[in-house]
């Protein structure tokens, strides 16, 4: 590596821990190193019961957002970094814009009537595996409205299986629940073997 360049977490140790159901966090934003988890009862959105209220159902109908894929990655991660506790260091960042430029990592982008980034999530896909990292909102809904379009995108493209990491009680409403280690194993081996390309249909 030469002088002074930034240090990265290469995209083929990325993947490869993916495929083995870990993903990396960082303790704060200036962490220069990360530590793998594994979740021993793991988060996932079924994408065939996912659900959103008649509120969002309804921002989406008025179009009060529109959405872009993949035209401002850099910027949704900082965005989802910038909070007062944050596990998405600079290490982070860096190494998931490479995965970016890969093709692995994706960002969708929700924007307001007047063209400003009102919210958006990135996340890794692989195979037909989508893996959520994170999201963030400017405006009231509009990472709900990323969601939404997260969404459309893994169901128009074939995506089997939406894994959230975690379960929340703020996912809880989108219809995340939890499976065991071995029944998550079970899916996501089904899923990378499959093939499905992230991306907005027309």
């Known amino acids: 590596m030469k002088s002074g360049a930034r ?3 290469p995209p083929e140790v990325l993947l490869d ?3 083995h159901g870990a993903f990396p966090m960082s303790e704060y934003r200036e962490d220069p ?3 793998w988890f594994s979740a021993k009862v793991r988060g996932i959105l079924p994408i065939e019961t996912f659900r959103v209220s008649k509120n969002v159902q309804r ?3 008025q179009g009060r957002f ?3 894929v993949n035209m401002a990655f850099r910027e949704v991660i900082e965005h989802c970094a910038d909070r007062d506790s944050t596990w ?3 290490l982070i960042i860096d190494s998931y814009e490479v995965l970016h430029l890969a093709g692995y990592a994706h960002s969708v982008e929700i924007y307001n009537r007047d063209g400003d980034l009102a919210g958006g999530l990135y996340g890794v896909s692989l195979g037909a595996a989508f893996f959520g990292e994170s999201m963030f909102r400017k405006e009231a809904e509009a990472d709900k409205a990323a969601l939404w379009y997260c969404h459309q995108i893994l169901k128009d493209n074939g995506f089997v299986l939406w894994d959230t990491q975690f379960y929340t009680g703020h996912l809880a409403q989108f219809g995340c629940t939890e499976v065991s280690v071995l029944e998550y194993d079970k899916r996501l081996q089904k899923a990378i073997r499959k ?3 992230f991306k907005l249909s027309k």
Do not use: L, Q
Request: glycine share 4%; hydrophobic share 35%.
């Open 33 to 35: 190193n990360v530590e």
């Open 59 to 61: 921002i989406i109908r």
């Open 17 to 19: 821990g993916y495929r």
């Open 7 to 9: 240090k990265i977490i």
């Open 66 to 68: 529109s959405c872009r």
């Open 88 to 90: 998405i260091s600079d």
């Open 195 to 197: 093939e499905a390309e």
